[in-house]
């Protein structure tokens, strides 16, 4: 295959602008795609729960920490506070977490989760297992010790 004037100007421009730089080689790009690649093996997993993956967290942090604030839950659950509030909203329009007020203190108000939100959540953390042995499933268990070390530790 002949190439023409164009393809070697291409080259010498790619060459010069980009300096060698292979986007698909860069942190980033290999993140988003992983995340690609995690978030539609948890849609998929997670389908019968109906949950997001920010509200499973949410039911999750919930139902670790007792009775919370909706600041605090979100802070838990490394939501900003307009994330959050949306999340809250629709876990309790379905009735899987409920307001209460806080028993020390009337004025401060809590969420804990409903026995729906119990119940569901027992059963989405068990998907959630074989969420997680899907998303690991190319490394081997070295690897996989290795990478979630790394990420907790750029978190």
Sequence with gaps: ????DDD????IRRDTVLGGYVVDQ?????LRRVQQRHAAIFLDGMA??????????????TVEAGP?????LGRLAAMDPATIQGV??????RGLLLRTQDPADRRT???????????LIRAAVASARRITEATLAPLDEDERRQFLSLLRKMV
């Design 68 to 72: 919370i604030t909706q600041n605090h």
């Design 1 to 4: 295959m002949a190439f023409s």
């Design 8 to 11: 070697a100007a291409a080259t």
């Design 48 to 61: 019968q729960a109906d949950l997001t993956p920010t509200q499973f967290t949410a039911l999750v942090k």
């Design 26 to 30: 860069q942190v980033g790009f290999l």
């Design 88 to 93: 809250v909203r629709r876990l309790i329009e």
């Design 109 to 119: 108000v809590v969420l804990e989760p409903t026995a729906a939100g119990l119940a």
